[in-house]
């Protein structure tokens, strides 16, 4: 199994509104690094849900459900999308800040790769935004 992070903004597609819907394709990615990195997915992987743009936080996790596939809303036929599962709500939301002060986290995509909407996350980094946010693993 691997671990992503994938980020929204809250204002366009929030945590809240994938949790209503339970699953959900994650369409709109239109960067061929974050694309590449949908396209490396799994059914069964996991990924956070981080709020950009306002909150700057990771307030859910996911599960892939479908691996990748052509996104209905690009017209060129060059991107696709995956399908995941709302899981869990993060009960202690895990901030950039908080990520950026702590020093086993230094080399997260998150923190190196500011822009990438779609990043990879290891195993570690996982486990230790688990405890942060207060997550069962």
Not at 70 to 78: L, V
Request: aromatic content about 10%.
């Amino acid at each position: 199994m691997k671990y992503w992070l994938v980020k929204s903004e809250p204002y366009k597609w929030s945590w809240e509104d994938h949790v209503k819907k339970g699953v959900e394709h994650w369409d709109g990615v239109r960067n061929y690094q974050a694309s590449n990195n949908m396209k490396a997915m799994k059914i069964g992987d996991k990924a956070f849900f981080y709020h950009s743009n306002k909150g700057l936080d990771i307030v859910g996790t996911l599960e892939v459900v479908r691996e990748y596939y052509p996104d209905h809303t690009d017209s060129k036929g060059r991107f696709g999308m995956v399908d995941f599962k709302a899981l869990e709500s993060v009960p202690k939301p895990v901030t950039l800040k908080e990520i950026k002060a702590t020093k086993a986290l230094e080399n997260m995509a998150l923190v190196k790769q500011s822009r990438l909407s779609v990043c990879p996350v290891t195993k570690k980094e996982w486990d230790i935004i688990c405890k942060m946010g207060q997550l069962k693993k």
